[in-house]
């Protein structure tokens, strides 16, 4: 254990009793916005969703004039009601799931969908919230894993390309941008085109993620991004789809709302509006209400000050915790959203697990989390796809050694340093000399 930096290992004179693990930025701006939603009579889906949407499609297409990215047409949003919603969608357009077999809306719109002889399945990682994969179960889809980078939480490239090849049922390779951190896209993506499997990027964490070849999100075929109450920008609950595939929008478009085949948001306050429409699949309710995108876009104003303020606040962890050798940092790179601070404690350097050292920081007042329990330790994932922790080596790893911080923008410096301050103290009551 060493310490150079000039952090104090006293708590700070405005440190609070406890440090939530995340508040939201809400102001009265997104107040007002709610209300006057409120206040127009029209709450569910309509004007201010479309407008979210084009908004959210113009802030993530804007791909930098120096990337090589060339885009095969223009950017689509679709607001959804949560990023799972969103998976689904992307999944299915994808070719995941049973009705391609059994629905001339499905499997008419891209080629030879109806000779499939399956549901399909898809490729992720074990190391992300399950909905990344339940969204596939609902289909009756399948799941294939591939292990997490040795030095990181993201998926691995190398593990991406053995399981295509031994699988061809494959139907989306869905890489995770674990804690804002974008994955390899570039070598993840050409992999999938050397399979002809499409590309779902599950950008939940990913939002502002910009890279030189364009945002995450946008780099694969579809991106799905989650506006949950933990991230960056929020809705309360609520998700974005995004393509530039016009294909896949018009299967998720429709999908959506009930697999109504035109738009009928406004048949209730338009003269012009026919009640008249058709149904030619069986869709969902996956539509994001007008009240939630008012929210949605005021925030969407502030994204780029809400990134600068978590990324503020990783610098200060960062700085503080660098010269601790039972402390190893999150891992970092271009693009990296901060969505998360998840550090990892080194074992042989405590006396501790890390299951015991985390109790002990919210027994002193901090709301820590767990990112993520890999889904070979869930129960259902693990007994319906018979999954065994010894084929995921380095997410089981991540698992047993990694904790989440408080990180949220408005943290006050007597927060921040609160935190510094508890971890470094428990950290050294229980070093390991």
């Known amino acids: 254990m060493s310490k150079t930096n000039n952090s104090s290992s006293t708590p700070h004179s405005d440190s609070p009793d406890f440090v939530p693990f995340s508040l939201p930025a809400i102001s009265e701006e997104e107040k007002d916005a709610v209300l006057r939603v409120l206040d127009s009579g029209w709450l569910t889906t309509g004007k201010e969703a479309l407008a979210f949407e084009q908004e959210f499609a113009d802030f993530v297409g804007d791909t930098p004039q120096d990337s090589s990215h060339k885009p095969m047409g223009e950017l689509k949003a679709l607001a959804v009601n949560s990023a799972t919603s969103g998976l689904q969608l992307a999944y299915q357009a994808c070719g995941v799931g049973l009705d391609w077999m059994e629905n001339d809306f499905l499997s008419g719109l891209i080629g030879d969908r109806k000779t499939y002889s399956n549901a399909g399945k898809i490729l992720t990682?074990?190391?992300?919230?399950?909905?990344?994969?339940?969204?596939?179960?609902?289909?009756?889809?399948?799941?294939?894993?591939?292990?997490?980078?040795?030095?990181?939480?993201?998926?691995?490239?190398?593990?991406?390309?053995?399981?295509?090849?031994?699988?061809?049922?494959?139907?989306?390779?869905?890489?995770?941008?674990?804690?804002?951190?974008?994955?390899?896209?570039?070598?993840?993506?050409?992999?999938?085109?050397?399979?002809?499997?499409?590309?779902?990027?599950?950008?939940?964490?990913?939002?502002?993620?910009?890279t030189t070849k364009g945002y995450a999100g946008t780099l694969g075929d579809i991106g799905v991004y989650s506006f949950y109450a933990t991230k960056t920008i929020t809705t309360a609950e609520g998700g974005m789809v995004c393509t530039k595939n016009s294909e896949y929008h018009k299967i998720m478009a429709t999908m959506r709302m009930h697999g109504i085949d035109r738009p009928v948001w406004n048949?209730?306050?338009?003269?012009?509006?026919?009640?008249?429409?058709?149904?030619?699949?069986?869709?969902?309710?996956?539509?994001?209400?007008?009240?939630?995108?008012?929210?949605?876009?005021?925030?969407?104003?502030?994204?780029?000050?809400?990134?600068?303020?978590?990324?503020?606040?990783?610098?200060?962890?960062?700085?503080?915790?660098?010269?601790?050798?039972?402390?190893?940092?999150?891992?970092?790179?271009?693009?990296?959203?901060?969505?998360?601070?998840?550090?990892?404690?080194?074992?042989?350097?405590?006396?501790?697990?890390?299951?015991?050292?985390?109790?002990?920081?919210?027994?002193?007042?901090?709301?820590?989390?767990?990112?993520?329990?890999?889904?070979?330790?869930?129960?259902?994932?693990?007994?319906?796809?018979?999954?065994?922790?010894?084929?995921?080596?380095?997410?089981?790893?991540?698992?047993?050694?990694?904790?989440?911080?408080?990180?949220?923008?408005?943290?006050?410096?007597?927060?921040?340093?609160?935190?510094?301050?508890?971890?470094?103290?428990?950290?050294?009551?229980?070093?390991?000399?």
């Open 267 to 433: 048949r209730y306050t338009s003269k012009k509006a026919s009640w008249e429409y058709d149904v030619v699949a069986p869709g969902y309710k996956f539509n994001l209400p007008d009240v939630l995108a008012a929210m949605g876009r005021i925030q969407l104003q502030k994204a780029d000050s809400l990134f600068h303020q978590r990324k503020a606040i990783a610098r200060q962890y960062n700085r503080a915790f660098e010269n601790y050798d039972f402390l190893q940092l999150p891992p970092d790179g271009e693009g990296n959203a901060w969505h998360l601070y998840i550090i990892r404690i080194v074992p042989e350097k405590l006396s501790i697990s890390r299951d015991e050292f985390s109790q002990k920081l919210q027994e002193q007042g901090l709301g820590i989390s767990m990112h993520f329990i890999p889904h070979f330790r869930l129960s259902y994932l693990k007994n319906h796809f018979q999954l065994d922790a010894s084929d995921y080596p380095n997410a089981q790893k991540r698992y047993e050694t990694s904790l989440t911080l408080p990180f949220w923008p408005g943290m006050t410096q007597g927060m921040v340093q609160k935190v510094i301050d508890t971890v470094i103290n428990l950290g050294r009551k229980y070093y390991v000399c």
């Open 125 to 210: 990682t074990p190391y992300t919230f399950v909905s990344t994969a339940t969204a596939a179960c609902h289909l009756g889809g399948g799941i294939v894993y591939a292990d997490v980078e040795k030095d990181g939480y993201n998926i691995d490239p190398v593990q991406v390309e053995r399981r295509l090849s031994e699988d061809r049922d494959i139907r989306a390779v869905v890489p995770v941008h674990i804690a804002g951190l974008p994955c390899n896209m570039e070598e993840i993506c050409a992999i999938a085109a050397k399979y002809n499997v499409p590309v779902v990027e599950d950008a939940a964490h990913a939002f502002p993620s910009k």
